[in-house]
């Protein structure tokens, strides 16, 4: 199964960080990218630029809205995420407990749609119809 990992934290944590600080955090997401592509889990992820860079589109009726900043006001901002492959959601929130901002921060693990199984499970319907 495949789930996503958001990673939020208060962008003010990065701003008050000293470099060497940055450094430790760039060398425990070195860390974790490491073992968990030696453990045949990682596919994928990225960090994000600050929420000051955001943008947020919404359609009301026909009309394209545009926000500067992110969708909602809160303490944490989504910072970055990880792609991962693993066998049950138990496996990726164990996974995701090892993100360095789950110390200070949240992660966020929720499954990615399966569209291949589900176009599977919608054409079966539709042929015991």
Request: charged fraction near 25%; proline fraction near 3%.
């Amino acid at each position: 199964m495949k789930f996503i990992a958001l990673i939020y934290a208060d962008e003010r944590h990065y701003a008050e960080a000293t470099p060497a600080d940055i450094a430790a955090n760039f060398a425990e997401h070195g860390a974790f990218g490491e073992a968990s592509r030696a453990a045949g889990v990682f596919d994928g992820g990225d960090g994000l630029q600050g929420s000051a860079t955001a943008t947020t589109v919404r359609v009301r009726d026909g009309e394209r809205l545009l926000t500067d900043g992110p969708f909602a006001e809160t303490k944490e901002q989504l910072g970055g995420f990880y792609a991962l492959e693993c066998k049950d959601l138990d496996e990726a929130l164990a996974w995701a407990a090892r993100i360095p901002e789950a110390q200070f921060g949240a992660v966020e693990v929720r499954p990615v749609i399966d569209y291949t199984a589900l176009e599977g499970a919608m054409n079966g319907a539709e042929a015991s119809a």
